[in-house]
């Protein structure tokens, strides 16, 4: 029997096997440590490693490749970002700025920080998941040290104008961090032209390996300090410490270069995948709801709420076909209304009738997928 069609590209992407290649010497061949600098083996891992923080540097608009501390993905650099600064700086305020639709790797962190004395205020956002730019002005306190907000949202996809709150963030001298894990290859990003102090990236989520990613801390104007939440042998400029994983760095950086060429062809490409998917689902259905924003968004995200068909049902249904995501989130003793979607003004009944389409590099037959769905729904319907 054949495998089922993958959508669900916003939990991970497949590695791309170009990047594959690119890693597997530094497994058997490579595999000194780019800490041992006093011999060729370790040497030659260092050069890898150097070069890989160059390009991911320039691919993000840094201004040195030393503004790149490595860590083992999205959520380890959320918390550095989070902790580290908030230690840094709660001599200057205890306040701290989110949206309320982060993922729980900057919720959680943030929970966690109010055990240490943060003052957590989290930004409501309008119908579409976009931030409420007024609500964030008037949030501001003379306290606040930091805002959070995510650069697109993984359920819905809504981009958000990071530009903008990044321009009031410096107005204000607020540090400014961006979660960019669903945006990093998918999305262009300037960190400086953006005014982003910090911004989280994962390896897994453009087509590079799992269990690499990174974190850009701004050097320059400001110069932006953390403390150092785990400690060791000094690695990564004392903030990271710890063995670097080589074959896992070079190819973060190799994913990055291919997403970053193939990034605007692809995206078109995805756009018109989508919309097909979704003119022939709301034919058939005409009362099939698009969440997320209608142009800011990214465009390889379908958020789907359908009425009367519960996702757990359609996806139970279409399993041997299709393999996608509920739109809310699950944890493993219960199910729990999407906090995004509610956010958003969705009822709990609406958040158990959504769906999250992740397309991706695979994804070809837009027709062909809409049929399955369009059969699936009057399946659970009936
Ligand atoms: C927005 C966002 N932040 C953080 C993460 C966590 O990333 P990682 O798997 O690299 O820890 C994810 C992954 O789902 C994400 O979508």
Same mark, same amino acid.
């Given at each position: ?95 701290l700025?989110a ?11 943030l929970?966690?920080l109010e055990?240490?004395?943060a003052e957590v205020t989290l ?71 953006? $005014? ?14 799992? =269990? ?25 400029? $004392? ?5 670097? $994983?080589?074959? =896992?760095?070079? =190819? ?131």
């Amino acid at each position: 029997m054949d495998e089922p069609i993958y959508l669900d590209h916003h939990a991970t992407t497949p590695l791309d096997r170009r990047v594959l290649e690119k890693m597997l010497p530094y497994f058997t061949e490579i595999y000194g440590n780019p800490s041992s600098i006093d011999h060729l083996h370790g040497n030659k891992a260092k050069v890898a490693v150097d070069g890989a923080r160059q390009t991911i540097a320039k691919h993000l608009g840094c201004r040195k490749e030393n503004e790149i501390i490595f860590t083992s993905g999205a959520t380890e650099a959320n918390n550095l970002a989070l902790i580290g600064a908030f230690r840094k700086y709660r001599d200057k305020g205890k306040h701290l700025i989110a949206s309320a639709i982060e993922h729980p790797a900057v919720l959680d962190t943030l929970k966690a920080l109010e055990r240490e004395g943060a003052e957590v205020t989290l930004l409501p956002v309008d119908s579409h998941g976009v931030v409420d730019l007024e609500a964030l002005r008037n949030a501001i306190r003379k306290e606040t040290i930091l805002i959070s907000v995510m650069f697109a949202n993984n359920e819905i996809g809504t981009i958000q104008p990071i530009a903008q709150i990044g321009e009031l963030a410096k107005a204000k001298g607020i540090l400014f961090h961006v979660d960019a894990a669903q945006a990093v290859g998918h999305e262009p990003i300037h960190v400086y032209d953006m $005014n982003i102090d910090l911004l989280s990236f994962s390896a897994h989520k453009f087509y590079g390996p799992k =269990g690499v990613g990174g974190l850009f801390v701004r050097s320059f104007a400001p110069m932006v300090r953390l403390e150092a939440v785990t400690f060791g042998g000094g690695q990564e400029r $004392n903030l990271r410490p710890g063995s670097l $994983n080589v074959p =896992g760095i070079v =190819g973060m950086a190799e994913a990055l270069s291919f997403a970053a060429t193939e990034q605007k062809a692809e995206r078109k490409r995805l756009e018109q995948l989508s919309a097909t998917i979704t003119d022939a689902l709301q034919t058939a259905f005409p009362d099939v709801k698009i969440n997320g924003h209608p142009e800011r968004k990214l465009t390889h995200n379908l958020n789907l709420t359908i009425p009367g068909v519960e996702a757990k049902a359609l996806i139970h249904v279409l399993k041997s076909k299709l393999s996608f995501s509920a739109g809310s989130a699950c944890s493993t003793t219960k199910v729990e209304p999407s906090h995004v979607l509610k956010a958003m003004g969705l009822s709990d009944d609406e958040t158990f009738q959504t769906i999250r389409l992740g397309l991706g590099r695979s994804t070809q037959d837009a027709q062909g997928l809409a049929h399955l769905l369009i059969e699936g729904i009057g399946q659970v319907r009936r």
